[in-house]
């Protein structure tokens, strides 16, 4: 168990839906990371947020947002969702600072998009 | 950060050593090797990380050559349960942190 929880494990929705997927770093960790894992594109980096504010952007959508909240949780938020939207959503954590900086990732949600 | 190249896959018997190796030639003085797995489709687990020196844990050992321009992680006695894709990345460090880049891996298959 990495300490990293996130929720929900799968979720089924149609296309043109919206959904929220949700992280909770370790206990004490500041930076969030998200990656997508899709069987064609392996695992890609989305987006870091380190202590409320955005530090680095891959390969995000237009259509994909996030933000940190002040407890430090987590929330990506996928929009207008495609087909090829279906992929695995890890999140990870880290303490932020370049000693503590290992990233430890959650058990992952699967998006399935019908 | 440096790119890396694996193998794409490596069989090993259960209760060797598994030695999966890991080229990074254009590393940088800066940067760390780090190596997670994923197993199945699990989140991707932290295994080991090292800058110059051989690091040990009690998963894995890594050994840098001298000139850091490969490594290998270590599987002492490797069991069923270490099938998985292994992913061997480099990386610079940062203060508020810094993305893992991950490429295809090695699957490594962990035979009775």
């Known amino acids: 168990d990495s300490g990293v929880t996130q929720t929900p494990k799968h979720l089924i929705t149609a296309t043109g839906q919206r959904v929220t997927l949700r992280c909770s770093p370790r206990?004490?960790?500041?930076?969030v990371y998200w990656y997508q894992q899709s069987l064609d594109q392996g695992l890609q980096f989305l987006i870091q947020?380190?202590?409320?504010?955005?530090?680095a952007k891959g390969n995000i959508l237009e259509r994909f947002s996030a933000q940190q909240f002040p407890d430090l949780h987590s929330e990506l938020n996928l929009s207008s969702l495609e087909l090829g939207d279906s992929a695995l959503y890890f999140c990870?954590?880290?303490?932020?600072?370049?000693?503590?900086?290992?990233?430890?990732f959650g058990p992952g949600t699967r998006l399935t998009v019908l | 950060d440096a790119k890396t190249t694996q193998p794409p896959s490596m069989d090993c018997a259960e209760g060797r050593a598994a030695n999966l190796p890991c080229n990074h030639s254009?590393?940088?003085?800066?940067?760390?090797v780090y190596w997670y797995r994923q197993i199945h489709s699990q989140g991707p687990q932290y295994i080991i990380h090292?800058?110059?020196n051989n690091e040990t844990n009690e998963m894995a050992s890594l050994i840098i050559t001298e000139d850091r321009k490969s490594s290998t992680l270590i599987l002492p006695h490797a069991t069923l349960r270490d099938t998985a894709v292994y992913y061997c990345?480099?990386?610079?460090?940062?203060?508020?942190?810094?993305?893992?880049?991950f490429g295809a891996g090695t699957i490594l298959r962990v035979k009775s």
């Open positions: 990345i480099v990386r610079g460090k940062m203060e508020y942190g810094n993305k893992l880049v």
């Open positions: 090292g800058l110059k």
């Open positions: 947020y380190y202590n409320g504010e955005e530090r």
């Open positions: 254009t590393i940088s003085g800066n940067e760390y």
């Open positions: 206990s004490g960790d500041l930076s």
């Open positions: 990870a954590s880290s303490g932020g600072g370049a000693s503590t900086d290992t990233q430890y």
